[in-house]
């Protein structure tokens, strides 16, 4: 089983940064994507940031200008570094990841989420 732990979420005030990480553990093959997701209370789970290995790293216009994904070599951990926090970046965080198990079953995984939180 393919496990994602979420960490770093806090509370902040506007204009000041946050890196978030998630550490992936399991029988893993391969993975193919990674990525941030985020909900507000009320609010769908809305993309932040995906890394496709091999096919390009994409941002929500919302964060493209503010917010930078990247991963580890081993693609065991993915982080978020937020610059530039606003109060509608309040949400919580949540990391996913895709690709193979050892036993060549696919896996599309979610961790438990992170809160952040911004004050104005």
């Known amino acids: 089983q393919v496990q994602l732990k979420e960490s770093g979420g806090a509370l902040v005030q506007a204009g000041e940064s946050l890196r978030l990480s998630c550490m992936v553990t399991?029988?893993?093959?391969?993975?193919?994507?990674m990525g941030w997701y985020r909900q507000a209370p009320g609010q769908t789970r809305d993309m932040v940031a995906e890394i496709h290995f091999g096919g390009g790293t994409y941002y929500a216009d919302s964060t493209k200008d503010r917010f930078t994904v990247f991963a580890n070599d081993a693609k065991n951990g993915l982080f978020l570094q937020m610059n530039s926090l606003k109060p509608e970046d309040t949400a919580v965080y949540y990391c996913n990841a895709r690709g193979l198990m050892a036993a060549v079953s696919p896996f599309n995984s979610w961790g438990r989420g992170t809160q952040v939180a911004v004050t104005a």
């Open positions: 399991g029988e893993i093959a391969s993975v193919r994507q």
